[in-house]
């Protein structure tokens, strides 16, 4: 991860050189979008401070902490840094969004009030390895002799990113059948 520095220099009137540090060092390589996260730490140094911080950015974004833990979406941010003689600067830095899965399900229908039912996942895109957690508390990839109805899993990736995705297994139709008997002859 690259880290940026900026350097301020002041000089005023009185002979005085004031001057801040300012580094900004991402701390994740993307963002999980929808998941509030800390995207990058701020350290501002030198004479010219205490300062204050305010962050704007994607969808209308704001705060005024020094390193916000609230950041949900990929995109450029601004950090307006001022200082204690009122002096603002601004720095942008952005941060991408992290690579989602993409689940394709293979269902199978259960009979009514019968546990034959399954889904299967393939998954595509994201970052493998991943980890599963269903609504009934199963932890694979698949599963095997459910009843009918709704199952949702969690999918967390590698980077840390987690996608919740529901699916309803349904009930196999009734098999419409006859029995014909022949006709016993009377006599």
């Known amino acids: 991860m690259k880290a940026y520095f900026f350097t301020t220099v002041l000089l005023l009137s009185t002979a005085f050189i004031l001057n801040a540090e300012v580094t900004i060092t991402p701390l994740i390589p993307c963002l999980c979008e929808g998941?509030?996260?800390?995207?990058f730490e701020v350290q501002a140094d030198g004479s010219a401070g205490p300062f204050s911080f305010s962050?704007?950015?994607p969808e209308g974004y704001t705060s005024?902490?020094?390193n916000p833990a609230d950041m949900e979406v990929a995109g450029v941010y601004t950090l307006?840094?001022?200082n204690a003689y009122g002096c603002t600067f601004s720095y942008d830095v952005g941060i991408t969004a992290c690579p989602l899965p993409t689940l394709q399900p293979t269902i199978h229908p259960a009979c009514p009030d019968d546990s034959g039912g399954a889904i299967g996942l393939a998954i595509s895109g994201g970052a493998p390895p991943f980890s599963f957690l269903w609504s009934n508390g199963a932890d694979s990839q698949n599963l095997a002799n459910l009843e009918p109805g709704q199952y949702t899993v969690t999918v967390s990736g590698a980077n840390g990113c987690s996608?919740?995705?529901s699916f309803t297994v349904p009930a196999s139709g009734e098999i419409p059948f006859s029995?014909?008997?022949?006709?016993p002859p009377t006599f």
């Open 35 to 39: 998941q509030p996260q800390q995207a």
């Open 55 to 57: 962050w704007a950015g």
């Open 64 to 66: 005024d902490e020094q």
């Open 80 to 82: 307006f840094i001022t």
């Open 163 to 165: 996608l919740e995705q």
């Open 179 to 183: 029995i014909q008997a022949p006709v």
